[in-house]
């Protein structure tokens, strides 16, 4: 299995246009999460689904913010309009959906918006 | 708010030497779990101890729990420079009454561990 698979590595973009960021989870997992990582706030829960639907996206910034599993290998998180706050690392991470499993975390996308 | 806060924040160890790591915790868990990131990386899991147990190996890494101190330890024993990397403790989901999880995992700030060779 190829893991957790997060496209792009790396995305700068300007202020203001919007950003889509994708995740690919391990074939099987039934939970998907969308983390965000920065050194002053550490690594925050976005959003998870669980068997493609949101269950909790108390994380999510603000109405800029969305994201979205359509089926069970494909979620994107959406950033529109962007802002130089939301620089940061992004990543994805899937489980099985059952108690006592690790999480597998996807390499992250690094956003920089400038 | 974080779940689990690491201490130390930072440590500089020799090879060879072990390194310790602390988390503690706020609420009631269902397991605790430790994560390893490499520089420009990805969290990859190491261990899982469940609120049940109280002591866990895997190779190099030990880890205990303490629920009546909301604590937990890692210990790498050996350390080698291949090591050198940030630890984060994580606090796992409470089991729904369908026995599936549909929590989240929180994370603590981690600890910075650097392996001189």
């Known amino acids: 299995d190829a893991g957790v698979i997060q496209s792009p590595r790396h995305e700068v973009t300007e202020m203001g246009q919007e950003v889509t960021l994708r995740c690919k989870p391990i074939s099987g997992h039934n939970s998907l999460f969308w983390y965000r990582q920065t050194m002053m706030r550490g690594l925050e829960l976005l959003i998870y689904?669980?068997?493609?639907?949101?269950?909790?996206d108390s994380g999510m910034p603000e109405d800029r913010f969305s994201a979205k599993m359509p089926n069970a290998s494909f979620s994107t998180l959406k950033i529109q309009p962007s802002e130089p706050r939301d620089s940061a690392v992004y990543f994805c991470?899937?489980?099985?959906?059952?108690?006592?499993?690790?999480?597998?975390f996807g390499s992250g996308t690094r956003l920089t918006v400038v | 708010s974080q779940q689990g806060e690491e201490d130390p924040q930072a440590l500089s160890i020799q090879e060879g030497e072990n390194a310790t790591m602390n988390c503690s915790y706020k609420t009631s868990i269902n397991n605790l779990q430790w994560y390893r990131q490499n520089s420009g990386r990805g969290l990859v899991h190491l261990i899982l101890?469940?609120?049940?147990?109280r002591e866990k190996h895997s190779g190099r890494l030990r880890v205990t729990l303490d629920t009546s101190k909301k604590s937990s330890s890692l210990l790498i024993t050996a350390s080698r420079a291949a090591d050198t990397a940030s630890y984060f403790c994580?606090?796992?989901?409470?089991?729904?009454?369908?026995?599936?999880?549909?929590?989240?995992?929180?994370f603590g700030q981690g600890t910075i561990l650097t392996v001189h060779p």
């Open positions: 994580a606090t796992g989901p409470r089991a729904n009454a369908g026995g599936t999880s549909y929590g989240k995992l929180t």
């Open positions: 101890i469940r609120s049940n147990e």
């Open positions: 991470a899937s489980n099985l959906g059952a108690l006592n499993y690790g999480y597998t």
């Open positions: 689904f669980n068997n493609n639907v949101p269950i909790d």
